[in-house]
């Protein structure tokens, strides 16, 4: 599967975001899809995961501003993120994987697919 994510810029802190990532393939329905984010001199953090009707968050940083959606006929997936702060400034990464377990998922290394990444910069 190859994945597009757009929707980054530069927006104000506690100004809103939406990001998308569009899929390629039949089976998207199919498949985890993640956001991770990373940003300079850091790993890459964990951001939240949808699959079968279940989403979950990384609930240190987002959870309460961060929503993460898809609609499995465009074969796309969203973050809506509001509230937004200077500390979430980073590139995002949407990730995808049929057979991640629970887990994993907050480990970057067992996805085995990525978007090229969109820029987010939270001004102050």
């Known amino acids: 599967v190859q994945l597009q994510a757009s929707g980054g810029g530069l927006v104000q802190a506690g100004g809103s975001l939406r990001l998308s990532c569009a899929a390629s393939?039949?089976?998207?329905?199919?498949?985890?899809m993640a956001w991770f984010r990373q940003a300079p001199g850091k790993e890459r953090e964990f951001v939240a995961i949808?699959?079968?009707?279940?989403?979950?968050y990384n609930t240190d940083s987002v959870k309460g501003r961060f929503t993460i959606s898809r609609d499995n006929a465009k074969n796309t997936v969203y973050l809506q993120m509001n509230s937004l702060k200077p500390e979430d400034t980073a590139v995002y990464y949407c990730?995808?994987?049929?057979?991640?377990?629970?887990?994993?998922?907050?480990?970057?290394?067992?996805?085995?697919?990525w978007g090229r990444g969109t820029q987010v910069t939270v001004s102050s």
């Open positions: 949808s699959w079968s009707g279940t989403s979950l």
């Open positions: 990730a995808a994987d049929r057979s991640i377990i629970a887990s994993y998922y907050r480990d970057p290394h067992k996805y085995g697919y």
């Open positions: 393939g039949r089976t998207f329905s199919s498949y985890r």
